[in-house]
């Protein structure tokens, strides 16, 4: 783009080494340069009218809703993984949303970010938790860090603290309840020890038949318990 056309709030795109979506926050006009601030606040850059270097000259900037990319650039620089304050900033990110969404116990074993977008979490448990970019869109660090954690965090079996409401399966009825759990009930330390505990209603119904079966089995092996016995 050219300095002339130049707005502030106007949203632009880098076709730099990586493909970054910004906002133009200042203009000087004096030395012919603007600033950017990308979507995620991360990137601060000034491009320059006739720059000395080509990868911050204002050519390399074009308004957001006028691109229309033949070969799209990568979504992502993985060059930035050798940076110092790019890593610092990851595992801040990383660690804000590992406290909000991460159960107790639970830690990531696994991060990686690919140049299309996609990020892929793994735990020490085994579960793993995947966020892609849509081809569209810009790419977005913390969206996709806080997806791919998401993501990961439902396939964690719930496992509800004293007073937490969770959602069971009742054997007798097939039905769907809603309870709030205490360690002094013994069928809710039963739930709990079966994995019959739900974040919401539509899991337990979706794990239904898995509850049912796991109750039969138990049944079974109390009665051979009990034949054993006498």
């Given at each position: 783009?050219k300095?002339?056309e130049?707005k502030?709030?106007?949203e632009?795109?880098?076709?730099?080494s990586?493909?970054?979506?910004?906002?133009?926050?200042?203009?000087?006009?004096?030395?012919k340069s603007?600033?950017?601030?990308?979507?995620?606040?991360f990137f601060k850059?000034?491009?320059?009218?006739?720059?000395?270097?080509?990868?911050?000259?204002?050519?390399t900037?074009?308004?957001?809703?006028?691109?229309?990319?033949?070969?799209?650039?990568?979504k992502?620089?993985?060059?930035?993984?050798?940076?110092k304050?790019?890593?610092?900033?990851?595992?801040?990110?990383?660690?804000?949303?590992?406290?909000?969404f991460?159960?107790?116990?639970?830690?990531?074993?696994?991060v990686?970010?690919r140049?299309?977008?996609?990020?892929?979490?793994?735990?020490?448990?085994?579960?793993?938790?995947?966020?892609?970019?849509?081809?569209?869109?810009?790419?977005?660090?913390e969206?996709g860090?806080?997806?791919?954690?998401?993501?990961?965090?439902?396939?964690?079996?719930?496992?509800?603290?004293?007073?937490?409401?969770?959602?069971y399966?009742?054997l007798?009825t097939?039905?769907?309840?809603?309870?709030?759990?205490?360690?002094?009930?013994?069928s809710?330390?039963?739930?709990?020890?079966?994995?019959?505990?739900?974040?919401?209603?539509?899991?337990?119904?979706?794990?239904?038949?898995?509850?049912?079966?796991?109750y039969?089995?138990?049944?079974k092996y109390?009665?051979?318990?009990?034949?054993?016995?006498?």
């Amino acid at each position: 783009m050219k300095f002339e056309e130049a707005k502030i709030g106007m949203e632009v795109i880098w076709n730099g080494s990586t493909k970054m979506k910004g906002t133009i926050t200042i203009i000087d006009t004096p030395d012919k340069s603007v600033l950017v601030v990308s979507d995620d606040g991360f990137f601060k850059l000034w491009f320059f009218d006739a720059s000395e270097n080509p990868k911050f000259d204002l050519k390399t900037l074009k308004p957001y809703n006028s691109i229309q990319f033949t070969k799209k650039p990568p979504k992502f620089d993985i060059d930035l993984i050798d940076s110092k304050e790019f890593q610092s900033y990851v595992e801040a990110v990383i660690a804000k949303y590992e406290k909000e969404f991460l159960p107790e116990g639970t830690c990531l074993t696994h991060v990686s970010i690919r140049k299309d977008g996609k990020i892929v979490m793994k735990d020490n448990k085994g579960n793993k938790g995947i966020s892609k970019c849509h081809p569209d869109d810009a790419f977005n660090l913390e969206i996709g860090v806080k997806l791919a954690i998401q993501r990961l965090a439902d396939k964690i079996p719930f496992v509800p603290k004293e007073g937490e409401v969770y959602y069971y399966i009742l054997l007798s009825t097939s039905n769907t309840y809603k309870s709030t759990f205490y360690e002094c009930v013994f069928s809710d330390k039963l739930d709990r020890a079966i994995g019959n505990c739900f974040r919401t209603e539509e899991e337990a119904e979706k794990n239904k038949d898995k509850i049912i079966s796991r109750y039969k089995t138990l049944l079974k092996y109390a009665e051979r318990i009990a034949k054993g016995d006498n």
